[in-house]
């Protein structure tokens, strides 16, 4: 992770140095830049916490301190706010669950959006399900929230992962 960071930093302040000036001929905002970059990395990181608490340690708790009341939602069979998410996690009885440790295969961010790729294991009632969360971060909250959700089939038709 330490590695990642330091690579990250250095390629913009690589790319400041090597550009003092944009296409358009106006200056770069350096401070913008980085400000934007610390906004990113925050974002992300309030993002993997929120989702390991909530649904790797199944800490409904965690629903009130990263996620807004007013949380807008885009899940197709869910309704908006964070007591909608409560109420189907109990519903389901996450909080009976084994806690895990999230295993995030791809996360993408940029300024208040952050995309995660995760695994749901398979269990004797569900398949292994792959599920791509898109989150909107708002004030240090999650304010809104996209997702995908693919079952892994057991007879695919090339042998590459989903992941």
Not at 24 to 38: P, V
Not at 57 to 74: G, K
Not at 99 to 105: A, L
Request: aromatic content about 6%.
């Amino acid at each position: 992770m330490m590695k990642m960071k330091t690579i990250t930093v250095a390629f913009i302040a690589s790319a400041l140095a090597a550009s003092s000036a944009a296409a358009d001929g106006s200056k770069l905002d350096k401070k913008a830049i980085l400000k934007q970059h610390d906004l990113t990395q925050a974002n992300k990181a309030l993002v993997l916490k929120a989702y390991q608490e909530l649904f790797g340690d199944h800490d409904l708790t965690a629903l009130d301190r990263y996620w807004t009341a007013n949380y807008i939602q885009h899940n197709p069979t869910m309704t908006d706010g964070r007591d909608s998410v409560r109420q189907l996690l109990e519903k389901m009885g996450i909080t009976h669950w084994p806690k895990q440790k999230v295993e995030f295969k791809r996360v993408i961010a940029e300024g208040d959006l952050v995309m995660t790729e995760v695994v749901q294991p398979k269990t004797d009632a569900t398949p292994e399900t792959a599920i791509v969360d898109m989150f909107r971060v708002e004030n240090g909250k999650i304010a809104e929230h996209w997702d995908v959700i693919q079952a892994v089939p057991a007879d695919a038709v090339n042998k590459r992962s989903m992941y």
